[in-house]
């Protein structure tokens, strides 16, 4: 299971449009990386932790989900706090002033990417790509995969209980050797799997294209309005404060 | 008879025959259970029925005319034979329940709202109208096999081929599939699946056939070939519990010769009802 | 080694996507050639972009016992062929950023870069060289993967250095801090993935020899 | 008592609870059926009693000590407890059966003559010597099943764990699994199975828990738990039939109040003989 996406899936937000969904986070993305960072990105990411606070994502969660990208963060950031001179490296103030507001940047724009994450499932942004003009085949490629991901790792997390109740994980060399063996049975399985599901297809008169009806969720131009202006406020703020 | 095969004949890739002569009819509306052991070839069986695959030899008929596997034969014959396999995870691709179901009414070429109305449809007939709009990786294994067999359903097969279909399934499971699947029978279907159990045989089918090394050995009512002891044998299967149960009470004297036996539980403790008196 | 949203400048951030662009669209080109003529291989491909995606969550060992992810370029150049990667991979990096938060959509560009063009590339030239020079097979493909790791490595640290300059040592100086403090965890992760992709690709192939065999 | 559980608590991600508060007692050298429904958390239960899980809080006992979830400690637990899956495929990585088998001795660190010899034990104790050989994906289900077991015995565990052992083999397979299953438990092994089949439970296992809602709502002989339909009914089951039946027989005098209910088909049919009489 993929926490993000259990979250999209059964977010308040689930059965909004698309487009409004897609507008905010993306908007918010936008404004992130465009606004100076104090106090322009501060704002985003506050719009962003309450946008997804309202859609029902726990706070606990949003924070679980930001864990990740913030150690890379943090890490890229540090060594801005470090300059290389000719005796060697010294902590540089400017520097250090640098990676702050590069945190903080990141961090509004990572928020921003977390709420289109906790809100929209991956899915359904494919479609909406499709609908833009991204190639039906490579649509119908990603979708597959989103689906079959699912799949494999349930598969994998199962091979790799069993693999640990024989005690192949105990020790660094074991474990690399378990991995590659867990994927060695993986890959032809998932391939195996493909080729099962091109029969199960077949039957229901699979002709080389997998279109399938979305559901319709129409825009509603009251939210589009209410979106725009909160972005155009943000942009405000963040510009004149 | 609505489906029949004639002398089918098909080897795997390594040699092995997993049909050697095989003939088999299905009547309409009725309920068929193709019995045979793990192994024996039943999945492969029922891939002919519906034209996924060739055989060597042989013939498919369908309403008594020989099917073809030309693209458009084909796919007018899949139109009328669906099939239900026995993993849900091999049938379901799409990211939602509504999506998936989708999939066969517009490969038909169905309009959009005649795909919406069938998709509606199939759900409510399987009785999972409130899973539309639910991720496909989030659902149970049994509904899952509900969303696959409406997946064939919404197509409005005649016949509705089925691969295992109470396997994997709990009791309440299972009975919820069977009384559904019976709604389906009753609105016209008609439905041939394939077991290794000879208790849902016994307990569901109107007639079965015993699938034995790529034959079908005996095809008949329940009571008759659920009752030979030696074409089970061959199989590898007992009979029925149930049918064991019932032809020692026949033999006991406490049920006449021309009484019904007990095929489910009821009707095994009614039959105790009437010995004790 | 993913860059992670909103860290490259608005101009990085568009320049990756324009360099990566090209090589996404040919990859899409020849996707839609063979789509066309085996339609049924969107589902292997399908399966094939859902494999890498959990090759990369899974967890490795790793000496610092920090998180670390395997790249699966090499398995992936190596058992795919590198130009179908560009797409597979792409797909593969849009999920991470959707579902995991692992990288980013203004970053995809970059990313992108790194770990479906480079990698997969560096991977897949180093393999084929190698059993040219007649390398066992075992060691060309472990020097694949690990180049091909330590390729994506080196390529993030370029493009972070570009991004980040140092203010007295310029953009080498730069480089080589973005280099070093990921050391740490790429280095051995590169050797761990060499090795893994070793004993992935030894399975596979005593798995052919025993299906050919019985066959 | 060989494994117990006490005060198990679980939660899935979603935050819904798997394990709630759950005890459960095993005691050495018997069989002991954990039933309950599909989705029930049955395997999450199995996986805590093996150290692959992690309580959130609750412990589990091993011969009276509980066990921790350190590194080595846990290394220690799980060469005492072994599990089998339900799925073979996920337990089968090597190439052929005997490697495959060979994984676990090796990870105990023991030389390569005793782990063939291991080996050729564990493969011979489940009656699948001639397989050894044999590449892993070419197997059939049910020869799959008995080298994943084969993989677990070979590391000589005191319980092993089986998730769902029956699920998928017709009637032969399992009855020449539960031969073997019951071999094994002779030589000593104490065996805990999952399974959603109450016929099963009532056939095969010493001591019935029934699994509802997070919790053991009921431990104890199969007699006395199987025959509490209301228990059962919260599990969404039904008693076996073979006891619904002994329990007729017994209302209606046939049976002595002390005799021992029918658990299988021979002892059906006696049963009936006696009536006869």
């Not at chain 2, 021309?258 to 010995?275: C, G, V």
């Not at chain 3, 991470?96 to 995809?108: I, V």
């Not at chain 3, 790791?149 to 080196?154: A, E, F």
Request: hydrophobic fraction near 50%; charged fraction near 15%; aromatic fraction near 6%.
């Amino acid at each position: 299971m993929i926490p993000s996406d259990r979250l999209a899936h059964t977010s308040r937000w689930r059965k909004r449009a698309l487009a409004e969904k897609a507008l905010l986070s993306l908007g918010l993305l936008v404004l992130a990386l465009a606004l100076p960072p104090w106090p322009g990105a501060a704002l985003v990411l506050a719009a962003a932790v309450v946008c997804s606070v309202t859609a029902g994502t726990p706070l606990g969660a949003l924070v679980r989900l930001a864990a990740g990208p913030l150690a890379f963060i943090l890490t890229g950031a540090a060594t801005l706090t470090v300059q290389g001179g000719p005796e060697g490296l010294h902590f540089s103030q400017a520097g250090a002033h640098q990676a702050g507001l590069l945190v903080l940047r990141s961090l509004a724009a990572v928020s921003a990417l977390l709420l289109l994450t906790v809100t929209t499932p991956a899915s359904d942004l494919v479609q909406g790509l499709r609908r833009l003009g991204l190639p039906a085949e490579v649509a119908e490629v990603a979708l597959t995969t989103y689906r079959l991901l699912f799949v494999l790792l349930d598969t994998a997390a199962a091979i790799h209980t069993s693999q640990e109740a024989r005690l192949g994980t105990v020790g660094w060399r074991r474990r690399i050797r378990s991995t590659g063996l867990l994927l060695g049975n993986l890959l032809p399985r998932a391939l195996d799997r493909a080729r099962r599901l091109e029969l199960g297809l077949a039957a229901r008169g699979f002709d080389g294209s997998l279109r399938t009806l979305s559901p319709a969720r129409p825009v509603r131009p009251a939210n589009v309005a209410i979106i725009a202006m909160l972005l155009i406020a943000l942009g405000g703020a963040g510009l004149w404060i | 008879m609505i489906l029949e095969a004639r002398g089918l004949h098909y080897a795997y890739a390594g040699g092995v025959a997993a049909l050697d002569g095989l003939d088999l009819s299905v009547e309409r509306g009725r309920r068929l259970a193709i019995l045979g052991p793990n192994g024996a070839g039943k999945t492969t069986l029922l891939m002919h029925l519906n034209g996924t695959l060739r055989p060597a030899a042989g013939q498919v008929l369908l309403d008594g005319e020989v099917q073809t596997h030309g693209r458009a034969a084909l796919a007018a014959w899949r139109r009328r034979v669906g099939l239900v396999l026995q993993e849900p995870d091999d049938q379901l691709f799409a990211p939602s329940v509504a999506e998936d179901v989708s999939f066969g009414p517009l490969n038909l070429g169905l309009s959009e709202d005649e795909t919406r109305a069938r998709v509606t449809e199939a759900l409510d007939s399987l009785r999972i109208g409130d899973l539309a709009e639910r991720p496909t990786h989030m659902l149970s294994f049994g509904q899952k096999k509900r969303v696959a067999i409406a997946g064939a359903v919404a197509m409005r097969p005649e016949v509705l081929l089925l691969d295992e279909p109470t396997a994997g399934l709990d009791q309440f499971g299972a009975v919820h599939l069977l009384a559904v699947l019976e709604k389906l029978r009753t609105g016209g279907a008609t439905l041939v699946f394939t077991t290794h159990d000879v208790d849902l045989a016994w307990a569901w089918a109107d007639t079965v056939a015993l699938f034995v090394n790529g034959k079908v050995v005996r095809q008949g009512p329940p009571e008759d070939v659920l009752a030979d002891t030696e074409a089970l044998a061959q199989a590898r299967l007992k009979p029925p519990l149930l049918l064991d149960l019932g032809l020692a009470a026949r033999d006991h004297g406490w049920l006449p010769p021309s009484a019904r036996l007990p095929r489910t539980r009821a009707e095994a403790m009614a039959l105790m009802e009437n010995i004790s008196r | 080694m993913h860059i992670m949203e909103g860290f490259l400048p608005v101009a990085h951030a568009v320049g990756w996507t324009v360099a990566s662009a090209p090589f996404v669209v040919v990859g899409a080109r020849r996707l839609k050639t063979v789509l066309a003529e085996h339609p049924e291989a969107r589902l292997s491909l399908g399966a094939a972009g859902a494999f890498a995606f959990v090759l990369s969550a899974l967890k490795l060992p790793s000496v610092t016992g920090s998180c670390s992810h395997p790249t699966g370029t090499g398995l992936g150049a190596i058992t795919m062929g590198p130009a179908v990667m560009s797409v597979l991979g792409t797909i593969v990096l849009l999920f991470q950023a959707l579902l995991l938060a692992h990288g980013g959509l203004t970053t995809l560009g970059a990313n992108v870069f790194s770990m479906a063009i480079a990698g997969p590339w560096i991977a897949w030239g180093v393999w084929k060289l190698a059993g040219k020079m007649g390398a066992p097979a075992a060691l060309a493909v472990f020097l694949g993967a690990f180049l091909g790791d330590l390729g994506t490595y080196v390529v993030t640290s370029v493009q972070l250095a570009l991004a980040f300059p140092d203010a007295t040592s310029g953009i080498l100086g730069a480089f080589l801090k973005f280099g070093g403090i990921f050391a740490i965890t790429q280095l051995p992760l590169a050797v761990a993935e060499g090795l893994l992709t070793v004993v992935v690709v030894n399975l596979l192939a005593s798995r052919q020899a025993g299906t050919e065999s019985k066959a």
